[in-house]
């Protein structure tokens, strides 16, 4: 018995560590929400309370606060957003589908209503408070809420009995730097929260199934047809839910992970696609970067005609697919791209929470990135179709090429030129300019890198600073010259062979002087390796410093030049040609007439299509 | 007659007359290199003296391909002009009615092939195969109204349906629908075609109707007979991409090359057959009523 007690003590006393080791925050905790709502699915409607605790964790006081009221932006067609985005507005007008947030009430918790010192602005809310809050101070404010839930807007509503609820709070901006980063919802923009605590009790039909950020904690029937779910989520920044009778449920795990997949009843078939992707990426993080530091992830797989696809939200993330995908094209990895690029963010935005406003690279570029490798490594080509493949990497390329050069990378996510140049910028050339660090530094080095970058700015909200100089710090080297160029610069990259001779010396025969010409066509200078071919299989490797527009090598050899590459192993995937890096001799006609036979039958079905007319 | 003689007619009749087969093969021929000829300069230009011109020869790299497209973007619209595309569509459409002329009138008459009599029919046709043209073209665009109206009917009522299959299934039966309809224009305008040759016929809106008649009068026989040429041009199809697809090693340009030029008189043979059947079955049921 004594022994029995001796080691129970014992257990307890190993326990307190572990316990306090547990209890230890992930992150700076600035804000703890209790919220809780009511789900009325026969207005359309959420009513909602919510205490939140804000800790002005500046230096500063603050003498006002701002919140965000998303929504908002599908109040009517005269908010920020649907003048950005018209054709959101005609399908919300269509579908009479406008959505909103009204403050019904809002005080300090027990303490002065603020209710007239509100400035509403869409969907930014300001109040000022009777007193500046000050540093290291915590404000509690009370606020009741209705929200109506639009219907066809963007990340959020519902579609039939599918119900998505994000930025669907009245949720605190981020102080940071000495301002409010407070902005208006702007179609290219994604979000910026604080770290904290969330304790959400949602109350809806007793039939219906959900899937939320955090973890469940209790779950009652209220006896009158509906049911409340309390969900308790640490150290993210941000509170996602999704409810639907009618969706699947499959669950699995990854080490300490569990994974809870919300699917549509007809992609039953695509259950173990999705799970292998996020089991996939899990290991891939695991080993690459760091283990999830959260229990769950649900990943929840949209309804059809519904816009809440491909999202990314802490411990919940949205995929896509389509009952046909597979079916029709079999070759391509649609679940398995969007699962795992939306699970990168668990990791670039969801811990390393950078400012999705003002840079957005840093999470979508980053996270591209992730996924390109990770696609890789699992998959192969994310194309195959008709004998031809098509990598990721290449998909990304495709994206850039389009608008290579019309914003910098470093751009305000509202004030790049389109939809176009922003996705190409933000996701694609964000994530070229990463592989071709790769390639220039090694893959061991950028390993390091990304894990430096993530151990040091977990849970806080790092800027593209921070990231070179990680970079500089892993390498040791000052890589300024790189970013200045391809993060905030609009320059091309463009590396060419332009011209080659190879003639026999008039004085020795069987000696030929032969010259290559590189040029540099774009304005973006980076070191490249040129390799020269000689027709007895001689090789020479030389580095040019791309400094000046041009230079010539020239060679005197017994062999005949045959070609001349630069950037032999395109490690330089920002290059926007890869077709002028090199440079033969002799005409490749073979090449030249396979595909131009191709294209001629190509003409001649068109042609024998329009016959048939005739 | 029944269908399988009039095929087998047809099958002998467009052998008796490989020469039009010829003519119109090497038009189609004559017009893609036409065609062609811009590209494939661009992309000697591009890829001919480049490592990426011995890659493609031996493996389709889309990262070349993606290059080559976008990179060349501007020659290729320059040398592209969509003018140019519309005339040279329409030039190629007008003379394919010219030589429907030749080969229907041939096929009626029966006589021996020579160059004459060939333009001889393809110009006494010409103008009656233009007006039927223009008029099967207003029944095309009356398909396509109706498809977009159906589409949005069909959008409408099904926006709020989960049933992703159903929908699926819904759109697939609405492109089975236009293929129908249009091959049924497509039919009904052959037999247009083959009553203006054989009665004489100038009132080409008057033919248009009786044809319509025709084939609603005769309808299994009529549509079995074009099934089973279309059967034989799926089949031919299919041949043509497994041969490609399995046997052909792509590297092997001049292999590839003729199979697609084989393939290709396929599809003149099975246009003209299309002709020549219709037309067995036509006289064998039209001298039966008179």
């Known amino acids: ?141 009370s606020i009741e809420f209705e929200n109506k839930i639009p219907k066809g807007a963007v990340r959020a509503g519902y579609i039939r009995d599918n119900y998505f609820f994000s930025q669907w709070f009245p949720k605190m901006a981020v102080y940071l730097d000495g301002e409010w980063k407070a902005f208006q919802y702007h179609p290219h923009c994604e979000f910026f929260a604080d770290f904290g605590v969330y304790d959400v009790e949602m109350t809806l039909p007793v039939d219906f199934v959900v899937g939320s950020s955090g973890m469940p904690v209790e779950e ?67 080993h690459w970067i760091a283990p999830f530091p959260f229990p769950r992830i649900t990943v929840v797989d949209p309804p059809y005609g519904g816009v809440s696809g491909g999202m990314e939200y802490p411990m919940l993330i949205t995929a896509g697919t389509s009952w046909a995908i597979d079916k029709l094209i079999p070759g ?33 570029g980053i996270t591209s990135y992730s996924e390109i490798k990770i696609i890789e490594a699992t998959y192969g080509p994310a194309l195959k179709w008709n004998g031809m493949k098509m990598f990721d990497r290449v998909a990304s390329r495709l994206s850039y090429l389009t608008t290579p050069r019309r914003d910098p990378i470093y751009t305000k996510s509202w004030e790049f030129y389109d939809g176009t140049s922003y996705s190409g910028m933000v996701y694609a050339k964000a994530a070229l300019v990463l592989l071709t660090l790769e390639n220039l530094l090694g893959e061991e080095t950028m390993n390091r890198i990304m894990r430096t970058y993530y151990e040091r700015y977990k849970f806080t909200h790092p800027k593209t600073e921070d990231f070179i100089a990680v970079v500089n710090e892993v390498t040791g080297r000052d890589m300024s010259w790189y970013f200045d160029q391809v993060i905030y610069g609009t320059g091309a990259v463009d590396y060419a062979i332009a011209s080659l001779s190879s003639k026999e010396d008039e004085e020795e025969e069987g000696v030929y002087l032969s010259k290559v010409r590189v040029e540099r066509l774009g304005e973006v200078v980076i070191p490249v390796q040129i390799l020269v071919s000689f027709d007895n299989g001689e090789q020479e490797r030389e580095l040019w410093d791309g400094k000046k527009r041009w230079k010539e090598f020239t060679y005197r050899k017994n062999a005949r030049l045959l070609s001349a590459e630069v950037d032999p192993q395109h490690k330089i995937w920002l290059d926007k040609d890869f077709i002028n890096n090199s440079r033969t001799m002799e005409y490749q006609s073979r090449g030249v007439n396979r595909l131009a036979a191709k294209l001629l039958f190509w003409w001649q079905s068109v042609l024998h299509v329009l016959a048939s007319f005739s | 007659m029944s269908m399988w003689k009039s095929f087998g007619k047809g099958n002998c009749q467009t052998r008796r007359y490989w020469q039009v087969l010829l003519i119109i093969f090497l038009f189609n021929l004559v017009v893609a290199l036409l065609l062609t000829f811009p590209f494939w300069n661009i992309l000697g230009e591009s890829v001919g003296y480049s490592l ?239």
């Not at chain 2, 040398?79 to 080969?103: C, D, E, Q």
């Not at chain 2, 009786?210 to 005769?218: E, T, W």
């Not at chain 2, 697809?245 to 697609?260: D, N």
């Open chain 1, 220 to 286: 009652r029937d209220n006896r009158d047809g509906t049911k409340t779910l309390h969900f308790h989520g640490e150290d993210i920044h941000d509170f996602t839910w999704t409810a639907d009778p009618d969706y699947g449920i499959a669950r699995d795990r990854y080490q300490d992970t569990e994974i809870i997949l919300l699917y549509q009843p007809h992609h039953a078939d695509q259950v173990n696609r999705h799970l292998h992707a996020v089991k996939a990426a899990l290991e891939y993080f695991h």
């Open chain 2, 52 to 290: 990426a011109g011995k890659e493609i020869a031996s493996e389709l790299n889309m990262k070349y391909l993606t290059d080559f497209f976008i990179n060349e973007q501007p020659s290729l619209t320059a040398s592209y002009p969509m003018p140019l595309l519309l005339g040279v569509g329409i030039i190629y459409l007008l003379l394919n009615t010219f030589f429907a002329g030749g080969a229907i009138g041939l096929f009626h008459r029966e006589e021996r092939f020579t160059l004459e009599s060939f333009f001889r029919e393809s110009g006494r046709w010409f103008w009656r195969f233009l007006r039927l043209l223009l008029i099967s073209l207003v029944f095309i665009a009356v398909i396509f109204l109706i498809n977009s109206l159906w589409k949005g009917i069909a959008g409408s009522a099904l926006e709020e349906s989960a049933h992703e299959p159903l929908i699926f299934w819904m759109k697939i039966i609405r492109y089975a629908g236009i293929g129908f309809f249009l091959l049924f224009i497509n039919m009904v305008f052959d037999y247009a075609k083959i009553t203006a040759v054989v009665s004489d016929e100038r009132r080409m809106i008057r033919t248009a109707l009786r044809s319509f008649g025709f084939v609603f009068s005769h309808p299994g026989r009529t549509m079995g007979l074009y099934y089973m040429v279309a059967i034989v041009g799926a089949i031919l199809l299919a041949l043509y991409l497994s041969v490609s697809y399995w046997v052909l090693p792509a590297t092997i340009i001049v292999l590839t090359l003729i199979w697609q030029q084989l393939y290709s008189v396929a599809r003149v043979w099975v246009r003209l057959l299309f002709f020549s059947s219709q037309m067995a079955l036509y006289k064998t049921i039209v001298p039966a009523k008179r």
């Open chain 1, 332 to 364: 391509v990895l649609m679940p398995e791209l969007v699962t795992i690029h939306e699970f990168g963010h668990e990791y670039w935005y969801g811990i390393v929470a950078n400012n999705e406003f003002e840079e957005a690279w840093l999470d979508e």
């Open chain 1, 1 to 141: 018995m004594f022994k029995k007690s001796c080691a129970l003590m014992l257990f307890i006393l190993l326990l307190i560590p572990v316990s306090l080791a547990v209890a230890q925050p992930l992150s700076q905790r600035v804000v703890y929400y209790q919220i809780s709502v009511r789900l009325d699915t026969d207005q359309k409607m959420l009513y909602g309370n919510e205490v939140v605790s804000f800790l002005n964790s500046s230096e500063n006081p603050l003498p006002e606060l701002y919140l965000h009221l998303y929504w908002n932006a599908f109040r009517n067609d005269k908010s920020y957003y649907i003048q950005k985005s018209p054709g959101v507005g005609r399908r919300l007008k269509r579908l009479d589908g406008w959505g909103w947030v009204d403050i019904k009430s809002f005080r300090i918790l027990d303490g002065p209503d603020l209710m007239e010192q509100l400035e509403i602005d869409n969907t930014v809310l300001k109040v000022t408070l009777p007193e500046p809050l000050q540093p290291q101070q915590t404000i509690k404010l």
